[in-house]
Structures are given as C-alpha cells and as structure tokens.
C-alpha cells in the first residue's frame, strides 16, 4: 500500500454521533459539539459558591464542589449530591457551562453540597475508566477530606444522580454498593442510558421529527465507548437482561427513575422501574414521566413549565424526611 492510501485509510472516519463527535481509524478523536467550559465561582443568582478539587493526579480525576448560601445560616448539615454528566461517555465535563449552570441552580433550590464529577471520557479512555472514576469519586467523598464535605455535609444522607450515560453510572455504582453490602440514601437516574440488542417500544421507529437519538447511533455508540464489551446485552448497558444483577441488591433506600415521553430512551427506563419493582428490593421508588418532552430536555428549556416541574421533583426527592 503506497503512503497516500496508508494516509487515507487512516483517516475514514470508523464512528460518529452526529453533530457531537467523529473517530477516525488512526485513533484521532474530533468533537463537534462546541461545549463552552466555565471556572468555579460564586454565582451572582443564587448566591453558589463553587471550587475544583483534584481527587486523583495520576488520572487527573477532579470534582467540582457546590455550597449553597443555606450552608451557613441552618444548623444542621446538608444532603450530599454526587452528580454525573451525561454525553454518551464522550462529552462534556463538570466545567461544561449548561451543566454548571444546572448544578448550581439544583443546589440552590434544593439546598444539598453537589459534588460533580469530571471523570475521563472515551474514546481516549474507554470504559469501565468512567465507571472507575466514579466510584473513586464517592469513596472520596466518604472519606470527607474535604473541609466542605466535613463541616457541611450529611454522610448519612447521601444521594448520586446523573442524566444519560450519567444515570447509566448511577445504575452500576448502586450495584456495586450492593454487592459490597452498602447503601446510600437515593439513587436518581434521569433518560438513563439503556439499551439492548432487541428493539422494544418505539425504538427503531421512525417517528417523523427529528430525533436527537437514533437506534443505529446507540448500538454504534456503546461499541465505540466500551470496545471490551460482550455485546447490546451487556448487562452493564441492558441491566434487566438474563444473567444480569439482580436488581434488588441495589445499595440505596430509594430511587427516582425519571423518563420524557418521546425520548428513544423511555422504555427502558420504564421496564427498568418495573422490574426494580418486581425484583424484591425492599427500598422506596418513585417514577417521573415528562410528557411531550425528549431526551435531557431541562438543559435546553431550563426555564419551561415541565423542566420547573422536573426540577421540583429532584427538590422534593433530596428533602424527603
């Protein structure tokens, strides 16, 4: 083979997400997405003080830490929040601005310590490196070596939520916890990243809008991030298939699964809700469909009746007694 076809070869693009990220065969990795990254600060609304702190230098594995004004003028510690970034497993960083302008609104309302994880992304860094981090990143806040998670945070009152692959990381934490016989307060998983090898629901349907997600990208996608996989049934991306943990050794006292009705991701997070049910777990679980929404819709309309709705949701759901 001559060099200009080596040249070219290395060059076809192997796997893309459109209008987010291309892959190339020679490993290079193109992301389209034009995220806009922000520093810590203290939030002028709503009186959120934020700072990074590096939990790992050899991975570069950091979090990014959010202190509501009531930290200071209640007496009683607040409710710790480890919160996830969706983006596929490949986009996005706890510095991205849509989703520190959320965390800092969330915390806000809600009055919880958010710790956000900036854990490593693929392709660069397949899974389970993700998955890795995460745990890393709760182990961390256990410890609570931080002075805002010593002074201010409740370790009896630990929730972990994310939207996407981050409630598809939610899921294998909990499991994880489960199997080494612990438990944290909540679990939120959000359009969480579940899928298989067989199609249910509307997936592969053509819907006739545009959809943000289609069937073949999913299968694509999975393969792509995690390249050790055994497959769509894997059950670390389809947790209720055979084989798969059982879903009543999840390691929480309750759990919030919230769907959108015309996300290509809803039935799975509505058969994962139903056989949680099923499986024997003995916590509490609350389910959210938003209707007439699609996938991680409150990022793009933060300010919509149904995205205020999902956010007094996730309010109640922390502040439950």
């Known amino acids: 083979m001559n060099s200009s076809a080596a040249s070219f070869d290395s ?8 209008g987010s990220i291309r892959l190339y065969r020679s490993g290079r990795v193109e992301r389209i997405y034009r995220d806009e990254l922000v520093p810590p600060s203290l939030d002028p609304t709503t009186g959120v003080q934020s700072k990074d702190v590096t939990i790992n230098p050899t991975t570069n594995l950091s979090a990014r830490l959010y ?6 003028s ?31 609104s969330l915390t806000a309302k809600a009055g919880i310590l958010s710790v956000s994880v900036d854990y490593r992304l693929a392709p660069e860094n397949p899974l389970p490196a993700a998955y890795d981090d995460c745990w890393e990143a709760l182990e961390w806040v256990f410890a609570a070596e ?11 009152r630990v929730f972990i939520g994310g939207e996407s692959a981050g409630g598809n990381i939610v899921h294998n934490l909990g499991i994880r916890l489960g199997g080494e016989g612990k438990k944290v307060e909540g679990l939120v998983m959000i359009h969480s990243f579940f899928w298989g090898k067989d199609r249910i629901g509307n997936e592969g349907v053509e819907s006739g809008k545009k959809e943000s997600l289609k069937a073949e990208d999913i299968d694509a996608l999975w393969l792509t991030v995690c390249p050790e996989t055994t497959g ?25 699964v919230c769907v959108a009705e015309l ?25 959210l469909e938003s209707e007439g929404e699609d996938h991680c819709f409150f990022f793009m309309k933060p300010g919509s009746l149904k995205a205020e709705e999902f956010m007094e949701r996730m309010v109640s759901f922390f502040n439950k007694s």
Do not use: M
Not at 67 to 72: E, N, V
Not at 78 to 92: Q, S
């Open 74 to 104: 209640i007496p009683k510690k607040l409710p710790v929040f480890l919160t996830i970034h969706g983006g596929g497993f490949c986009l996005f960083r706890s510095s991205s601005s849509i989703y520190h302008s959320y965390v800092n």
């Open 11 to 18: 060059d076809d693009v192997v796997f893309q997400l459109p």
């Open 146 to 156: 931080d002075p805002w998670l010593s002074n201010f945070g409740d370790l009896e």
């Open 67 to 72: 202190l509501p004004p009531s930290a200071t």
């Open 232 to 256: 769509l049934d894997d059950p670390r991306i389809n947790p209720v298939v055979e084989g798969a943990p059982s879903l009543a050794t999840l390691g929480c006292r309750r759990v919030l």
């Open 263 to 287: 996300d290509i991701l809803r039935e799975r997070g509505r058969v994962y809700f139903e056989k949680l049910k099923e499986s024997g777990w003995e916590g509490e679980a609350e389910f």
